[in-house]
């Protein structure tokens, strides 16, 4: 896992916000097949045998504050011109800042839908699917809590798809990925939905995972400057849902080095 502080990609001016990193991840896999032929494994019960896969895919990811003012420079990167924004009800007044960094560099805001409901269902999620299957844009961007980005993550796929939500729960339903690159993000702590592979829908017969590298984020924008207008039992509730996370991530037989790493600083920092 590297972090590299890039002073040409931030744009106008090459000035780089103190504390913002951007970080950019190779993809890491250990093949126990190629390791088993070259020698790795020439001895004992693991030849040719790895029982651990160990993948992290690459994912963007800007963290500090500040970064939201830097979303039009990463919808430049990908190279879109017309972008749709979802957003939860509560954060509308983080609008206005979307459309100044979209407007600076060029970039038209073509549509916003704010009918994002907490603990997206399989009706909610699929009346986005139909908003976006008729949407006339080239990215996406989520801007709210978990709810938000589980609905964007598993309608654009869905959009793309077709069907019902309900027809991809489980591993791996998707064959392919969402015809829009998705930007998350997120204005709670706690979930990870900005870069996870996974989402929540809630069915007739209760909570249902999606877990499928096609509605993983292209992008995350984590700018802790769009939490702090939280009401204080928010920003209590979503904190201990992260320390949650850090103490699953810990206990976990198939956690890998990147995610260890993470959670122990995740306990350190969120611990008093």
């Known amino acids: ?11 106008v001016g090459g000035s780089f916000p103190k504390g913002m990193h951007k970080v950019d991840m190779k993809p890491i ?3 126990a097949e190629l390791l088993g032929e070259c020698g ?4 004992g019960e693991h030849s040719g045998e790895l029982a651990d896969l160990f993948k992290f895919d690459r994912r963007r990811v800007l963290l500090g504050e500040g970064a939201a003012y830097h979303l039009g420079d990463e919808c430049a990167r990908l190279k879109a011109r017309k972008v749709f924004l979802v957003r939860d009800p ?42 976006m299957a008729e949407a006339d ?8 809590g978990g709810s938000t980005m589980d609905t964007v993550k598993v309608g ?34 706690g979930t990870g939905a900005e870069a996870s592979r996974v989402a929540v829908v809630v069915a007739e017969e209760g909570k249902q995972a999606v877990y499928s590298d096609h509605i993983q984020p292209a992008v995350a924008i984590v700018d802790p400057l769009l939490t702090r207008d939280l009401p204080p039992v928010l920003t209590a509730i979503t904190g201990l849902d992260a320390l949650g996370h850090a103490l699953e991530c810990t206990a976990s037989k198939k956690s890998g080095a990147v995610g260890d790493a993470v959670a122990r600083e995740s306990l350190r920092a969120g611990l008093p």
């Open 156 to 189: 654009l796929a869905v959009a793309t798809s077709g069907g019902s939500s309900a027809d991809y729960f489980g591993f791996d339903q998707f064959a392919e990925p969402a015809k829009w690159p998705l930007i998350a993000m997120p204005t709670t702590a």
């Open 40 to 43: 790795f494994f020439a001895h």
């Open 90 to 131: 509560a954060v509308a007044e983080f609008e206005r800042t979307i459309r100044w960094t979209l407007e600076r560099e060029g970039i038209e805001l073509v549509g916003v839908y704010d009918e994002v409901v907490p603990n997206p269902t399989v009706a909610s999620v699929d009346a986005f699917a139909a908003t």
């Open 29 to 31: 896999q250990v093949n």
């Open 1 to 11: 896992m590297g972090q590299s502080l890039d002073r040409s990609w931030v744009g």
């Open 137 to 144: 844009c080239d990215a996406v961007v989520a801007l709210g």
